[in-house]
C-alpha cells in the first residue's frame, strides 16, 4: 500500500514524457522537410540530371554534318584507340560561349575534341565557331535532339570524355570553367 | 526620384534572364497528333507520364522547352513505329534513370512507398484496439 503513490508519480511523469514525443517526431519531419526543401541537392530547381550510360559504351548514332567540309560524327568515330571529348553545344546556348576559351585551351594541349550542335542551323554554327573559336574535328548536326536523348544528356553545354574504345567515362555538365580543365585533362589521361 | 523609379521599372522590365532558345523549326510529330487514333492516345498517356528534362516538374506533354517538344516527336516516331509505350519509357530510365518517370516500377527501392502505408495503417488499429479495450475494462 505505501508504494502506491510512488508507482502513480512514476507512471505521471511517464505520460508526461510521452505527452512530447508526437511533437519531437513533427519537429523531426518539418526539418526534414524544410533542409530538402531549401538546401537539399536533389530538390527540383537545382538537379542536374546524370547519365546513367557513364562506364558503357556509346550508344548507336549517327549524325550528318553539321557545317559543309567537317565530317559528322556517328558513334563508330568514337572508338579510334585514343581518349576524346565529345562537346554538346549550340550556337544559342550562351555557357557555350563562356566554356570556348576552356575548349580551346584543352585543344592546344592536344586533346580531340568532337562535337554535336544541338538544334543549330549550319548558318548558325558556322557565325559561332568564326567568333568564340573552332576547337573541333568532327560536328554532328543533332537537328532533333536524337544523339542528345541516346546518350542521357539533358541539356548544352555537356561534354562526355570517351575512352579508346568508345566507352564513356566521365560526363560533365554544364560549361567547362577554367578550374575543371585539370579535371578532365586528368580523366582523358586516365582513359588512356 | 520618379525618373529614377521610371528607369528601375523600365530596367525590370527590358532586362530579362537570357534564355538559350533554338532557332531550328520544331520537329515533325512534336506538336502534331499521329494518324491514327489509337496511336495518339497511347503516344499521349505515355507523354503525360515523362518528366521534362528542362521545366522539371513538367510532363513532356505540358512543357513548351524545345527538349521536351523532341522528346515527343520522339515518343510518337516510335510510337507510329510500333514499339510498346513501357519499352519507351524503359529506353528513357536507361539513359536518364528513373526519375525521368512519373510512374516509377515497384522494385528494391521504391517497395518501401506501398507497403510502408500499410503498415502504418495496421500499427494505427493496434494502437486504436488496444485503447478501446482499456476502456471497456474500465467502465
Redesign the interface.
Known sequence: MSDKPDMDAQTLAMKRFVLWVPLVIAAVFFGFFSYALFFGNTSPQQRAIESQLVGQPMPEFSLQPSLPGRPGLSSADLATGEPRLVNFFASWCVPCIAEAPQLMQLREAGVAIDAIAVRDRPEDVFAFLQRWGDPYERIGADTQSEAQLALGSSGVPETFVVDGDGVIVRQHIGDIRPEHVPELLAALEGAR | MIRGLVLLFLAAFLTGP?H?????AE?EWANQQLPDPADEAEAKALMESLRC??C??QSIADSDA??AS??R??VRRRIAAGEEPEDIRAW?V????R??TYDPPMDAVTWPLWLLPLLFVGFGVWLARGRFRSRKRES
Do not use: K, T
Request: hydrophobic share 50%.
Open positions: 537570357v538559350g532558345q533554338s532557332r531550328m520537329a528534362l528542362v522539371q516538374g524545345d527538349m523532341d522528346m516527336a520522339l528513357l536507361e539513359r536518364y534513370g526519375w525521368i
